[in-house]
């Protein structure tokens, strides 16, 4: 029961108590307005009210509500503009939200409240909807839910205090288990039914895209897989969703689901990634809003991913979704951008080969980070006014000097700093023993090609000059390169 209690969470509102009015004819609309939301709250506080709309993982504002002239307690949602399908929050002047409501086929209608105490403001237990029939369903819903909830929430209590007695009845103690299976059972059969009885109502849709994957127990004959089922699991995960309706954007569940897919369903192996990736935005092709909100979600989040490697999400991203142009609502300049941001990282991803890079050392010599003849070459991005590097260095050193030959690595160190004084005596006060480059001349520029926007960032090349890891610790560096060679570590 706790993980379905989780996936209704968003729509709990302590206690509800509904009441179903007569729907009455919708008065002229002389404004030609598109939507018109009454709100009648008697007691109410506030001076000032807000509306705000879920659009994926975000709240926006929607509007700013004062109160009618004629009555300090009535507040009005209006409008000329097309109002989107969705979730909405009525907020109060602290930012505190009161309420949550649909906007779905009805657009003109009221919420009333009984008269409330400023002190105790409970305005989603006391509400009533007028020409709404979406949200006397949603408001039900949830009601049957609460009761269901408080129901189960004693039963565990009895059950609790039953089992923390010296000597406590089993027999008891089974037949709280076998009431709390039953509420757990009724819940599930109450939201079967809801979804079939209504289905093309969002609230609806929203509960049939929270509930988990019937998987199958046993494969079909003659299938002989270990995976079968998680396998299974991840090719249904989304059987719930309706792809055709874009307002599911616009609600609290979507985002969270999304998330989940990539933070425990699929395996976070980069070319997992990328094949369910492409599979899911070919889901959402045909319903733009959609297709927007996954596109630009996976570019956000495999942009900036702390995972090792998932940069090569990003690019994969932009490169056939951006930069083909299948993403109209981007700024031209923003586009370009993005590209350009992809072109730099496709160039050093890891399975690359490693730009080529020629700098000088402090005697003025050229030299390559082709050069060294190592089963590993370390490039080490730092700086001498770097307090991390400060802080780094001595550790890389250390490193340096015990395991360099045994783990048969060397060091090609980039200063990051324009002053060749400043950098040379860095050096020499404290003796780095590698090969170390910098000043203003190299064949190509560096911190572009590299990605360097700070430092101390670190490059991993294998003996072929292929990059097999960036961006790691110098206290991670040698469990990887033993891990490395004993062939643990892929890509």
Not at 199 to 212: E, G, M, S, W
């Amino acid at each position: 029961m706790k993980h379905f209690i989780l996936t209704l969470s968003w729509l709990i509102i302590c206690s509800v108590s509904v009441q179903t009015y007569a729907q009455k004819k919708k008065s002229s609309n002389p404004k030609n307005l598109q939507y018109q939301i009454t709100f009648h709250l008697p007691g109410i506080p506030d001076s000032m009210l807000f509306v705000a709309n879920y659009y994926g993982e975000h709240t926006y504002l929607r509007d700013t509500l004062f109160p009618s002239k004629k009555n300090p307690y009535t507040f009005v949602f209006e409008g000329k503009d097309t109002l989107k399908r969705g979730v909405y929050i009525l907020a109060s002047q602290n930012n505190a939200k009161y309420m949550e409501f649909l906007i779905d086929s009805s657009l003109f209608f009221t919420i009333q409240s009984n008269e409330l105490d400023p002190k105790n403001l409970q305005i989603s237990n006391n509400v009533h909807f007028i020409n709404s029939p979406e949200n006397d369903l949603f408001y039900e819903f949830t009601a049957y839910m609460v009761s269901k909830q408080i129901e189960g929430s004693s039963i565990r209590n009895k059950m609790k205090e039953e089992q923390e007695k010296p000597i406590s009845d089993e027999s008891l103690i089974e037949s709280y288990k076998a009431q709390m299976s039953s509420i757990y059972d009724s819940m599930q059969s109450y939201t079967k039914q809801f979804i079939k009885n209504h289905p093309n109502n969002l609230f609806a849709k929203t509960q049939k895209f929270v509930q988990k994957i019937d998987i199958p127990d046993t494969p079909p004959e003659g299938i002989l897989d270990s995976n079968w089922q998680y396998n299974y699991y991840v090719n249904h995960y989304w059987d719930n969703c309706d792809f055709s309706d874009e307002a599911l954007v616009y609600t609290p569940v979507f985002a969270p689901r999304l998330a989940e897919y990539y933070d425990k369903v699929i395996v976070p192996a980069i070319d997992t990634i990328i094949k369910y990736s492409d599979l899911l935005i070919q889901k959402a092709e045909n319903n733009p809003e959609m297709f927007k909100y996954i596109v630009w979600y996976l570019s956000s989040r495999f942009e900036r991913s702390k995972y090792l490697g998932q940069d090569a999400v990003f690019v994969h991203i932009i490169k056939n979704y951006y930069a083909k142009g299948r993403c109209p609502w981007v700024d031209e300049t923003v586009l370009e951008n993005m590209v350009r941001r992809a072109d730099i990282l496709d160039k050093v991803l890891i399975g690359k080969t490693a730009p080529f890079l020629v700098m000088q050392d402090t005697a003025e010599k050229f030299h390559s980070n082709y050069e060294l003849n190592v089963d590993y070459t370390i490039m080490w991005f730092w700086d001498t006014d770097c307090g991390h590097c400060k802080t780094a260095t001595p550790l890389l050193k250390e490193f340096y000097n015990r395991a360099k030959d045994s783990l048969n690595f060397d060091i090609y160190a980039i200063c990051l700093t324009s002053d060749t004084v400043k950098w040379k005596n860095y050096i020499k006060t404290n003796h780095l023993p590698w090969l170390n480059v910098g000043g203003n001349k190299a064949n190509i520029d560096f911190r572009e090609v590299y990605d360097i926007k700070s430092s101390p960032r670190i490059y991993v090349l294998d003996k072929d000059k292929t990059i097999i890891v960036k961006n790691i610790g110098v206290e991670e560096l040698e469990n990887f390169i033993i891990n490395h060679k004993k062939g643990l570590i892929k890509f």
